[in-house]
Structure formats: C-alpha cells, structure tokens
Nanobody, 124 residues
Framework: QVQLVESGGGSVQAGRSLRLSCAAS???????????MRWYRQVPGKERDMVAT???????EYGPSVKGRFAISRDDEKKTVYLQMNNLATEDTGVYVC???????????????WGQGTQVTVFS
C-alpha cells in the first residue's frame, strides 16, 4: 500500500510563508519511479482546487490564485514533493493534499495515490 504523508502545515499570519512536504513510501515494496506530483487544496463546501503540478519531466503548472507566490519542487531520491508558499493570504486557507498519478514499484505500477492532507490556516 502506498503512503503519502504530508507535513509542514500550520497557522500563520497573512504575508508569511510555509513549506509543505509530502513523502511517498510503499509497504512491502520499493518505489523505483514517480510520475506527476500534485498539490490540491480542499475547503469545506467547495470543489477541490489544483494548486500546483510538477511532472516527472520538470514542467510546473500553477493554479491562477497562487501563481507567482507558490513554488513546487521534488526530490525523487527522497520520493518527496514540496510546496513553498510565500506571501500567504487568508484565501489560501484549506487542507492541502498531495497526489501522485503513477508510481513504478517492485509491486508493479500503482496509480492515483492520495495523502491525508495537512491543514493550512492563514489569519489576517
């Protein structure tokens, strides 16, 4: 089973920064490769928003509300994706969930892996 564990969330004042991490692991197996890595934001009563995507090739895409403020990066050796969030605004508040579309593993290809999420609260 794939585990994606997010960390780095918290409660911060608007204008400050946070850095989220999401580490992938596989019980009873080894991960050899990772496909696209993505961060979503969930707010109660709203649709899940794509915040940032980073492909295996290194192409990044951002949601319109975070462009220029957030940066996604990855360390494939550590099987970890990061989200650097700068100049945070109250509307950035939500649960940030990481997602990996495909893993190459000793147990074969594994698709659509999700983390549990980490809460980010931005207050004015």
């Amino acid at each position: 089973q794939v585990q994606l564990v997010e960390s780095g969330g918290g409660s911060v004042q608007a204008g400050r920064s946070l850095r989220l991490s999401c580490a992938a692991s596989l019980s009873n197996g080894v991960i050899f490769g990772i496909g696209d890595m993505r961060w979503y934001r969930q707010v109660p009563g709203k649709e899940r928003d794509m915040v940032a995507t980073l492909t295996r090739a290194g192409d990044a895409e951002y949601g319109p509300s975070v462009k220029g403020r957030f940066a996604i990066s990855r360390d494939d050796e550590k099987k970890t994706v990061y989200l650097q969030m700068n100049n945070l605004a109250t509307e950035d508040t939500g649960v940030y969930v990481c997602y990996i579309d495909r893993l190459v593993s000793s147990r074969g290809p594994l698709y659509d892996s999700w983390g549990q999420g980490t809460q980010v609260t931005v207050f004015s």
